[in-house]
């Protein structure tokens, strides 16, 4: 029995290292690969200029550059995938557990659930959709003077692959701080929709053109399935996540009484808060901390 427990355990731990390895080698790939592409973005400022000097949509779009949602949900990712980065390296040196490693964890997690996957699916899906429809509606031909192809690839497909990879090597069964992270989104997407109106009200010029082409009732209509589409991708990432990643088995170390699941961090629960031995069966050999061992040892030793 015990060369069995030692070979699951040895399987579990070789899981977790190539795990960690996978997230590490992409973590680190597509940070450096956002930061190259804003690093881009800042050197073309001349190039943009001289476009601006010869057509007036051009000179918009230099001026409305930080009000595009897709920057804001580019960034989102970027500051993400630094954190995601931050705590593989805690975790390579056994340090992802402590009081640092926690609070970056916490604010990976409420960050990618809140803001990265409902916005860019929300940004990839709409952006693609009115741009087979009409693209001067989203994204004017005009811009192809300053704006290369793959830089559209960047921004809006490439973003997914993120979300799939995540997905894919990241357990987020349930919500890391629900109260956290809807506040977050909600406090986004008003903040959003109070920029490009009040663009529009103070230039009389609709940010996105899709906007332009409707009546006020078919834009408060759009407004809302926006807010409604996006929200509805937040839900559902959590049981979509749990088609990949089974229920996890709280352990406690014997040696410590310290709680990990498989993963290495510790277990949580739907309301985000640590899962304790008060909701683990009272009698598993696995579930007794060190402050009820005494008790353990009294019921293993009764007759009853």
């Not at 693209?135 to 004017?140: D, N, S």
């Amino acid at each position: 029995m015990a060369d069995i427990e030692a070979l699951a355990s040895k399987d579990v731990k070789s899981v977790f290292s190539w795990n960690l390895v996978l997230r590490t080698i992409y973590h680190l790939g597509y940070f450096i690969g956002d930061n190259g592409i804003l690093v881009w973005c800042l050197g073309i400022g001349d190039r943009i200029n001289r476009a601006a000097s010869n057509n007036p949509a051009v000179a918009t779009f230099k001026y409305m550059l930080p009000a595009f949602f897709t920057n804001w949900n580019f960034s989102f990712q970027t500051l993400f995938l630094g954190l995601s980065l931050l705590h593989d390296v805690l975790e390579w040196s056994g340090k992802h557990n402590g009081n640092f490693g926690s609070k970056v964890r916490y604010w990976r997690d409420v960050l990618f659930c809140g803001c990265v996957l409902p916005f860019t699916l929300f940004v990839s899906s709409m952006f693609w959709t009115v741009y087979a429809i009409d693209r001067e509606l989203v994204f004017p031909k005009i811009y192809d003077e300053v704006v290369p192809w793959w830089f559209n690839h960047c921004v809006h497909t490439n973003i997914l692959v993120v979300l799939a990879l995540e997905t894919l090597l990241q357990a987020r069964r349930h919500p890391t701080d629900r109260k956290v992270e809807v506040t977050m989104y909600w406090g986004v997407a008003v903040a959003y929709a109070v920029v490009y109106y009040t663009i529009y009200f103070a230039t009389g010029r609709w940010l996105y053109q899709v906007f332009g082409v409707m009546s006020w009732w078919q834009v408060c209509l759009y407004q809302l399935w926006i807010w409604l589409s996006s929200y509805i991708f937040y839900l559902l990432q959590f049981p979509i996540n749990r088609l990949f990643h089974a229920e996890e088995r709280p352990q406690i170390s014997e040696s410590n009484g310290e709680t990990k699941t498989a993963d290495g961090e510790e277990p949580k629960a739907e309301n985000a808060k640590v899962i304790t031995d008060l909701k683990t069966p009272p009698f598993s050999t696995r579930s007794w901390s060190v402050k009820f061992r005494s008790l353990r040892n009294h019921f293993e030793t009764s007759r009853l």
